[in-house]
Nanobody
Framework: QVQLVQSGGGSVQPGGSLKLSCTAS????????MGWYRQAPGKQRELVAT???????DYTDSVKGRFTISRDNVKNTVYLQMSSLKPEDTAVYYC??????????WGQGTQVTVSS
């Protein structure tokens, strides 16, 4: 069993920045692909960014150049640095750990609100 504990988030004005963190309770983190997803009200959950065990990253088009995903395998923590935030980035953000079949876990979610 793996627990993912998220921190960060909150409210910010358009153009502002926030940083999300997600810490795993198990060293399986080090071989997992970590991802950040978000779900806005009335919409499906969407993938925002991923980082592989080899530190390869991928982003959905709408956040490219504004968000940065990173990981610290000593702290078992994945981060999402969000800059130039827009109102359409408002959502509940979830971290995800994917280490293969039947090894997939979610964080508890954290609200990000971008509003003037």
């Amino acid at each position: 069993q793996v627990q993912l504990v998220q921190s960060g988030g909150g409210s910010v004005q358009p153009g502002g920045s926030l940083k999300l963190s997600c810490t795993a309770s198990n060293n399986i983190f080090r071989i997992a692909t970590m991802g950040w997803y978000r779900q806005a009200p009335g919409k499906q959950r969407e993938l925002v960014a991923t980082i592989s065990r080899g530190f390869s990253t991928d982003y959905t088009d709408s956040v490219k150049g504004r968000f940065t995903i990173s990981r610290d395998n000593v702290k078992n923590t994945v981060y999402l640095q969000m800059s130039s935030l827009k109102p359409e980035d408002t959502a509940v953000y979830y971290c995800n750990l994917d280490a293969g079949t039947r090894v997939n876990y979610w964080g508890q979610g954290t609200q990000v609100t971008v509003s003037s």
